[in-house]
Every structure is written in C-alpha cells, then in structure tokens.
C-alpha cells in the first residue's frame, strides 16, 4: 500500500525509520555527454516506511526541515555513503566520488563541516570521493555563514557542488562571491525550452561559469536535444533520466561494475607544449594550432613591448574584423586598450611569467579597421608562456571575442540588482504584486526570514493560509487586493503578521500603465516598534 504519510506520522516514525533503514540513500550517476562515461553520482534520500511504502523526498523533506529533523538524516546520509564507499574500496567495486546534498538549515548547525569529517574520517573514505551539494538558496540566510560554511569544508579538501544554480534570484552574486568547485544548473527551472529564451539564459549561465574556471554539471536532463545542446554550448556533463533515475545501492553497484569512470576535469585543456614545435611547419603543434584549436596567437615580449609573431585562422575570425594577416601582425594589442585595461592585461602576463599557468583576462579593446571602422569588443584570452629567453618571454594566447556574452551578462546582473535594492539596503520587508497574474515576488528578506518561496502564486491565499496574515485579517486583505485591481493607488494600515501577530506597517503603492491600467503593486511592511513608526 502506498499512502502519502501527514507531517505527523513522519515525525512519529523518523527514529524508527533512521534505525531500521527505512530511510537511505539511492544513487543517480552523473555522466559525460561525450563519452558516455560516468564522473561521479548524487546520493538522494529515499523512506519507505514498511505500511505506507515509499515517500517522496518533495513530501517529506520539508517536513524534516521544519522540525530541524533534516540535519541528523543528513548525517545519516552521508554515513550510509561513507559506509558504501568503504564497501567498494574494500571489496574491488570501482569507486566514484558521491556527492551529499546539505540542507539551507545544516547551515546554522556550526558543527556540520565537523561532524562529517569525523564521519569520513571513522569509515577512512579518501576525501576525493566525498562531494558536498549545497544549495543556491543557502545564501538567502546570509553569505557569511554559507561562505565560511564552505571555506572549513575546503579546508579539509572537500569538493563543494552548488546544486540548484539558476533557481533563485540571487544566482549571478552568489556565482560571484562563493567560490564553488561544480556548478549544477538545472534544466528543469528553464520556462520556455532550449529553443527560446531559456536556451539564451543557459548559455549565458554556462559562459559565466567558464569565465570562473567552474565545470557545470545540467541536472534533470531527460531528452537527448537538451545534453546535445549543453554538449554544444562547452557542457558535456549532465545528470537526469536520460542517463538514469536514481537507482538502489544493489543496481548502483551494477552500473559502477560495467560503466567507465573519469575525472572532471578543469575546464580549458591545454597540455605543456613545447616552443620550438610551432615553428615547424610539420609539427602536430602546428597542425593543431592551425586546425583544431579556436583564435589562437603566440606573440613575444620583451620591455614591456609585444610582437604578435603568429595567429591563426579562427584568431582573425575573433578580433580581427576584416583586418588582413598583415595588420593584426603588425599590431600592437596594447594601442588597443585604455590604461586600466592595459594593466589588467599586463598583470595577467606578470603572472603568466611567474606561475607557469595558464592565466586568463577580459580585456575590452577599441578596433579599427579600414573596413568595419571603430568599434569596442571584449576579449577574453588564456595566456600560457611557452619559452623564455633572457629578459624575452615567449606566450600563448587563445582568445574568444565574448562582447555579446558580456552584454548579456551586464542586462541580467542589472536587472538583478535592481530587484533586490529594496529590501537590502532599507530595514523593510518588500514584495510585488502582479495585479494580473496573482504572482507575488518577494524580497529576499522575506525569503529568509518567514520562509516565502521566490515566486509566490495565486497570492495572497498561500500566505494567508500558512499563518503569515492572521486570519481575522484575512478578508481584509483579500478586499485589498480587489481594490488595488480595480486601481486604488495606495493603501496601508498596522496590521499583525505571522502567527506571533507582530504589528507591521504595511503599505502598498500601485504602478500603472499608459492607459491608466493598475500593473503592480508594490508592498512594504515596516515594524512597529514602540509607537514609533505610528507618529506619521
Ligand atoms: P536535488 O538535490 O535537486 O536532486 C535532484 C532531484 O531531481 C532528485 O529528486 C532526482 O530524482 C530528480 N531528477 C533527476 N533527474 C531527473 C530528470 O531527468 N527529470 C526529473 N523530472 N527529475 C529528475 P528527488 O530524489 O525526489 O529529490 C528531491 C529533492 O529533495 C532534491 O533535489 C534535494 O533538494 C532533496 N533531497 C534529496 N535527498 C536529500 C538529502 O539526502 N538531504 C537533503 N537535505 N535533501 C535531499
Ligand atoms: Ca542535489
Ligand atoms: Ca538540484
């Protein structure tokens, strides 16, 4: 019999279900598009109480959340991984590294980095086959916490994947600002397909991600079109049914014994190569520089001067703009570019020189060709020194022209940021209210604080009915809606919110259009504190 368990039987029979193994781990096996073969695997949590039979995670994680149950199954989970890991190194199953998702409330656990290294440490796991998934929504409760979260679990080497990517509002600054090993972007949050606008977003996405030097991983791929347009856009790794559902530990074992595995690797490949090669005209260097890889150019520099010695096909294709062979030559890419962009690409040489790595820059340049005139385009080059000789340094660059990529990313960030200044910055709560749609989107306050989802529909019903506007209150507030429909332009009053009927000053302001037409509205609730608030 399979029965939806109510919140109050999963809670009832959690401890039970933790110590009879009701509750484990199934496997879903991540894969490279490419090459069929697999690079790692998620564990997901799994009850199947022996009456009601199995539960679904979207049922019953939250319930586990909200009575800060989720915390100890998480552990449990990455025990119950641990102890699988174990088994394979022990009795020759081929092993691959399994990532754990952490809940957004491990967070405010301090001792979960520790907690789980002691785990990982009693079982003797190499670190390296251990991953951790945490979630984009994470950050709603702060950056802090999430970003020191993250820098003790690199501290013990771990692997952190931000699952979920694409998700909330906050995707671009979070990107931004935590420094993640994996991104996980799911295709299932894309409205609109890979044919659309959502096609246009993932890419930007998958851009940016390179731009970090982040390998992404698309989740919930479930068509052959969407892995051969990620493949496409430079993202071979996915995750979905495509491939596999989750699968129990037993038919895991199965795929690892006949499945090929391989290392992630870093997202630009460029082997050591050898100076003296590219310029024998037989050499295999030549033969991929001139064929196989993108804009591609090896110049010299010597006293702060450079001298493009070679580019390649795709090179003019890049920056060239109808430039011939000759000009682009002849060249200096620094006449190219401002003062600031001068530096920051004479920085990335420094380093380049110092580090032996490949070292990558955005610089935007002004080009002008007799042709196309004068225009301004980004580039973005991976440097590598190649050969040195006294003060002459020797480079290689490959560059690709990501103008409309940068474009795209500046519209989207702006856009973002615009959003979230209200409840940033202001002691506040801010929400809209699409008055056609129903649609209501929070700040992210809101979010963190009482738990608002980032969309939220039919509104205010969903919030009405989960305490947040009391009921006495609630009529009236639905009467507020029809009045800001019909056009009211502003409304408020002090009114108690959450089931701890605090009193908030809330306040709505209509937007309309050309015609007079009410758009949105747009909320503010203001705490009231000591009468303060209440002499306006
Ligand atoms: P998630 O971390 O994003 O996990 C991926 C979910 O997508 C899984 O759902 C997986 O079964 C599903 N999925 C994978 N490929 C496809 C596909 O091609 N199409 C579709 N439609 N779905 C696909 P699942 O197992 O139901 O888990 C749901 C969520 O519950 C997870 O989302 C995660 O947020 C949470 N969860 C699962 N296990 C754990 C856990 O051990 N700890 C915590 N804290 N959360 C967990
Ligand atoms: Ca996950
Ligand atoms: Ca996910």
Redesign the pocket.
Known sequence: MEKRMSEQELIGSFEEALNYGHIFACY?PKINHSTGRMIGA????RWKHPVFGLQ???DF?PVLEKNDL?YK??LY?FETVCKFQRKCLDSGIPIVPVS????RFDIYHDDYVDNIEAIRAKYDVPVKFMHI?ITESSAIGGMELVSDVLNRLHSYGYMVEM??FGSGYSSLNVLKDLDVDVIKL?M?FLSGGIGGRGGAIINAMVQMAKWLDTPVIA????KLDQADYMKSIGCSYV????YSK?VTEDEFIEKLKTTDFEPVSPVIEMDNMDAGKFWDPDSMETLVFNNYVGGAAIFSFLDGKIEMLRVNDKYMKEIGMNMTEQEVLSCQPWDCMDEHNKQVYSDALSRAAETGEEITCETWRTICSKTCGEDKICIRSAIRMIGKAGEQYLFYVMVRNITNEKKNFETLYDSERRFRFASEHANVYAWEVDLSTKQMRPCFRCMRDLNVPPVVYDYPEPLIENGIFPPDYADMYRDWMKQLEQGVDHLEAIIPLTVGRVPFHVRYTTEFDENGKPLKAYGSATLVVDGEDKKE
């Open positions: 879903q998620e564990a997901l949590m679904y995670p979207s994680i989720i199954a998480d989970i754990c998702n952490m809940s998934e699952d979920d799911d299932r989740e919930g791929v479930e995750q979905g049914y495509l989750p």
